[in-house]
């Protein structure tokens, strides 16, 4: 029964939109009925492992929390950490439930197709679907806008070149239309970190260092624009290093730094360490020990080695609309680090 609403959920979340409720407010919507349907769904199935993980999700509940202490208990934080919560109830009936994580594979890639193919309609004029917002002045398929929608298909390309290698071709050219580098990045990220001959990648190499060349100008604007709020975000979070701005309360802030940005500071990593204040650091440095050691070649596992790389640079955990497949990934690699390590226990 999990299985069934995994899949289902996994086609849905990135494809479903209500022309009359606000975007970001409808991808909050998402996640919420996601988290009571998988729920629910757990009543009619019996689990398939142990949960792991405990530790990682007490301290960040735990941080969350401090947070919004040092904060008078925020409104804004505590409606943050609640949808922390529901996100942690999702990732928790994944790990202990899902029977057939390669059968979810595809689904992901369904959903990519149909966003795909409702970005070229949108490239042609017509877009039934999403109302041309303020926010969403180039197009991006029902995710939104181009920037959300190259971080989307960023995130989920490794599904589809496990799928079929043409893929590596025919995502090629979005980015060159869109002029959103991210999928090129990924692309490359992906390639390098494959079993192609060493010629081979230089060749590859060399055909990205070119194509990002038509984005130096965009490229230079933007990380010139990065630098500057980086350097007022941390002024500002320096004059209280513990509790931070507060935990997901940086978007309604925007008078503590002199910035024109509407949701994020163009880096979820730092968003969230200046947000949680210096008690993340340890959670953000454990976490990524145990990703890398536990790294392998799978395609859940090469596509959150792209979300760490968006992470950097850019805000994937600020979309709400990604976070459904963003658990549902992460959810299935720490079920392969499960399975692996049973395998190693009967060998």
Same mark, same amino acid.
């Given at each position: 029964?999990?299985?069934?609403?995994?899949?289902?959920?996994?086609?849905?979340?990135?494809?479903?939109?209500?022309?009359?409720?606000?975007?970001?407010?409808?991808?909050?919507?998402?996640?919420?009925?996601?988290?009571?349907?998988?729920?629910?769904?757990?009543?009619?199935?019996?689990?398939?492992?142990?949960?792991?993980?405990?530790?990682?999700?007490?301290?960040?509940?735990?941080?969350?929390?401090?947070?919004?202490?040092?904060?008078?208990?925020?409104?804004?934080?505590?409606?943050?950490?609640?949808?922390?919560?529901?996100?942690?109830?999702?990732?928790? %009936?994944?790990?202990?439930?899902?029977?057939?994580?390669?059968?979810?594979?595809?689904?992901?890639?369904?959903?990519?197709?149909?966003?795909?193919?409702?970005?070229?309609?949108?490239?042609?004029?017509?877009?039934?679907?999403?109302?041309?917002?303020?926010?969403?002045?180039?197009?991006?398929?029902?995710?939104?806008?181009?920037?959300?929608?190259?971080?989307?298909?960023?995130?989920?390309?490794?599904?589809?070149?496990?799928?079929?290698?043409?893929?590596?071709?025919?995502?090629?050219?979005?980015?060159?239309?869109?002029?959103?580098?991210?999928?090129?990045?990924?692309?490359?990220?992906?390639?390098?970190?494959?079993?192609?001959?060493?010629?081979?990648?230089?060749?590859?190499?060399?055909?990205?260092?070119?194509?990002?060349?038509?984005?130096?100008?965009?490229?230079?604007?933007?990380?010139?624009?990065?630098?500057?709020?980086?350097?007022?975000?941390?002024?500002?979070?320096?004059?209280?290093?513990?509790?931070?701005?507060?935990?997901?309360?940086?978007?309604?802030?925007?008078?503590?730094?002199?910035?024109?940005?509407?949701?994020?500071?163009?880096?979820?990593?730092?968003?969230?360490?200046?947000?949680?204040?210096?008690?993340?650091?340890?959670?953000?440095?454990?976490?990524?020990?145990?990703?890398?050691?536990?790294?392998?070649?799978?395609?859940?596992?090469?596509?959150?080695?792209?979300?760490?790389?968006?992470?950097?640079?850019?805000?994937?955990?600020?979309?709400?609309?990604?976070?459904?497949?963003?658990?549902?990934?992460?959810?299935?690699?720490?079920?392969?680090?499960?399975? %692996?390590?049973?395998?190693?226990?009967?060998?």
């Amino acid at each position: 029964m999990v299985d069934k609403v995994i899949k289902a959920i996994l086609l849905l979340s990135p494809i479903v939109y209500i022309r009359s409720v606000a975007m970001n407010n409808f991808d909050l919507v998402i996640l919420h009925i996601s988290a009571m349907v998988l729920f629910v769904a757990t009543f009619f199935d019996k689990p398939k492992r142990d949960f792991v993980g405990q530790k990682y999700i007490v301290y960040l509940l735990g941080i969350g929390l401090f947070s919004a202490a040092m904060h008078g208990f925020n409104l804004f934080i505590m409606d943050y950490l609640v949808n922390v919560f529901l996100a942690v109830v999702c990732l928790y %009936v994944v790990i202990r439930y899902c029977r057939d994580i390669e059968g979810c594979f595809k689904f992901i890639v369904y959903a990519g197709i149909i966003n795909i193919l409702v970005w070229v309609v949108q490239v042609m004029g017509f877009s039934p679907v999403i109302p041309n917002y303020k926010y969403m002045e180039t197009n991006g398929g029902i995710i939104g806008n181009a920037p959300r929608l190259s971080m989307y298909l960023s995130i989920i390309s490794p599904f589809f070149i496990a799928m079929n290698k043409i893929w590596w071709v025919l995502l090629i050219p979005i980015p060159l239309i869109m002029r959103e580098a991210n999928i090129l990045m990924a692309l490359l990220l992906l390639f390098l970190l494959s079993d192609f001959r060493l010629n081979y990648k230089l060749w590859v190499i060399a055909f990205f260092a070119g194509a990002m060349f038509l984005f130096h100008d965009k490229l230079i604007n933007s990380i010139a624009s990065r630098i500057t709020t980086y350097k007022e975000v941390l002024t500002g979070f320096f004059n209280h290093p513990v509790s931070g701005y507060g935990l997901g309360i940086y978007p309604y802030g925007q008078e503590m730094v002199n910035t024109k940005i509407d949701y994020a500071v163009y880096s979820s990593l730092l968003q969230f360490i200046v947000g949680a204040g210096m008690l993340s650091i340890p959670l953000v440095y454990e976490t990524i020990k145990r990703y890398i050691k536990n790294f392998s070649r799978f395609p859940e596992s090469l596509s959150l080695a792209i979300l760490l790389m968006l992470c950097i640079g850019e805000y994937p955990l600020e979309i709400k609309r990604l976070w459904i497949t963003i658990i549902m990934i992460t959810g299935f690699f720490v079920i392969r680090r499960i399975d %692996v390590a049973k395998q190693n226990c009967n060998s």
